[in-house]
Nanobody, 124 residues
Framework: QVQLVESGGGLVQAGGSLRLSCVVS????????MGWFRRAPGKEREFVAA????????VYQESVKGRFTISRDSAKDTMDLQMNSLKPEDTAVYYC?????????????????WGQGIQVTVSS
């Protein structure tokens, strides 16, 4: 069983930065494609970013391109999301997700394992 635990959320002013981390345990991390999703109040869960199994390739939602950076460290079994130039519309619960054997998926149903979510609030 794979377990994912997010950390690093909180409250920040618009224009500020936060770094989210996701620690993976239970299975071989290097076999999993990883992604970040978010759910804002009253909205559906949406794709934010994904990273390939090797860590070589990444994809982003258009609204976060140039502001967010996804990365992974197979030695530490962690995945990070560096968020810069944050905007109030980035306010949401952020989730990390993992899928075995597939990578760079943009749809939530493609991921088998999910973290519990962590709140990010950006004030104007």
């Amino acid at each position: 069983q794979v377990q994912l635990v997010e950390s690093g959320g909180g409250l920040v002013q618009a224009g500020g930065s936060l770094r989210l981390s996701c620690v993976v345990s239970g299975r071989t991390f290097r076999n999993y494609g990883m992604g970040w999703f978010r759910r804002a109040p009253g909205k559906e869960r949406e794709f934010v970013a994904a990273i390939s199994i090797s860590g070589t390739f990444t994809v982003y939602q258009e609204s976060v391109k140039g502001r967010f950076t996804i990365s992974r460290d197979s030695a530490k079994d962690t995945m990070d999301l560096q968020m810069n130039s944050l905007k109030p519309e980035d306010t949401a619960v952020y989730y990390c997700a993992a899928c075995e054997g597939f990578e760079l998926l943009r749809f939530p149903s493609g991921y088998e394992y999910w973290g519990q979510g962590i709140q990010v609030t950006v004030s104007s």
